[in-house]
């Protein structure tokens, strides 16, 4: 099986960047997934999409966390992608879509 990227966009000086970054190092070494790192301060685009969000993080381009990342849920959203099955509950990216729009970005 293709090994499953995440995505964890953050910026410089961030104490909750660097909380999701320790999370999902731990979670990393019993899970194996690759991740990447992207600055926000390095593409307007990311700035303008996630500046009052981060730290964020993506699978498949589908934001999966905003600011906090929940050890347990990243383990179930792993195992799902795993197996194939849907990753995020519908209830869930309701959750997301709230937070989004609660932090000014619709």
């Known amino acids: 099986m293709k090994l499953i990227e995440l995505v964890l966009y953050t910026k410089p000086r961030c104490p909750l960047c660097d909380e999701a970054k320790e999370t999902l190092g731990a979670v990393q070494r019993e899970l194996d997934f690759h991740l990447v790192e992207r600055n926000i301060e390095e593409d307007p685009a990311w700035w303008d999409k996630y500046h009052t969000l981060i ?10 966390f905003y600011g906090k990342v929940s050890v347990h849920r990243l383990r179930r ?7 194939g099955a849907p990753w995020l509950s519908p209830r869930y990216k309701q959750f997301l ?10």
Request: charged fraction near 35%; proline fraction near 7%.
């Open 97 to 106: 879509a709230w937070l989004r729009e609660r932090r000014g970005n619709a």
């Open 55 to 64: 730290p964020v993080v993506e699978l498949d381009g589908e934001p999966i």
């Open 77 to 83: 959203i792993l195992a799902a992608k795993r197996a």
